[in-house]
């Protein structure tokens, strides 16, 4: 890989692995293998889903409202999920394999106790950075390579604005885990192509 290239690891974290509170389906097969590309690239960021106990993504914190309906905040809708990846918990800690050990930073994201936050880039109000871009500019990273949980979610919100923030953007599809609801993951795909995300497999990694 090039200098240039940064791997972004997403939300690799307990709660969204199998037996965790919001499980992707077989989100325990990325670890093996991310642990294998992470040392092919000198640039390695992890992404930390990192809520707030109470969170207002949580159908918790809406009375009569159940994990997966969905309300209008301040931003638009909002999917309400059960309580996950509450800061300082084990669900939210890193899944126990993951051994990427070089990562020069962890960026978390979702900390705003009012607004959530898929992306690793802006968060779900579009307005807020979390200076990932800039940072990734002052380190004179060209290209970033997108992995973790999930595919249609968190991944493919970092993957879009990364690409709108002027990267060469790409995601190693089988590095990820998708929820798939709703035809969700089909229409991730195409929201990736038309954008010029490219999707490729980790066997086209050098």
């Known amino acids: ?65 159940k994990p997966f309906e969905t309300v209008e905040l301040d931003y638009g809708t909002q999917v309400l999920w059960p309580d996950h990846c509450v800061m300082g918990t084990r669900g939210a800690a890193f899944a126990d394999g993951l ?22 880039f802006v968060e779900a109000d579009r307005k807020t950075p979390t200076g990932l871009a800039g940072m990734l500019r002052e380190r004179g990273i060209a290209a970033v390579y997108c992995c973790g949980l999930a595919t249609d979610f968190c991944v493919a919100w970092s993957a879009l604005d990364a ?3 002027g990267f060469e953007t790409y995601v190693i599809e089988d590095a990820c885990r998708a929820i798939d609801t709703a035809g969700s993951l089909a229409q991730a795909r195409e929201r990736l192509a038309a954008a010029g995300v490219r999707l490729i497999d980790s066997g086209a990694l050098r």
């Open 1 to 65: 890989m090039r200098p240039t290239d940064l791997l972004l690891v997403i939300d690799v974290q307990n709660d969204f692995l199998p037996g965790g509170a919001l499980a992707v389906p077989r989100g325990d097969e990325v670890v093996p293998l991310i642990n294998a590309l992470a040392p092919r690239f000198a640039n390695v960021i992890l992404t930390q889903d990192w809520h707030t106990p109470g969170h207002v993504s949580f159908a918790s914190a809406h009375a009569g409202r």
């Open 99 to 120: 051994a990427v050990t070089h990562a020069q930073a962890i960026v978390r994201k979702g900390y705003h106790a009012h607004t959530d936050s898929y992306s690793a």
């Open 163 to 165: 690409r709108a923030a």
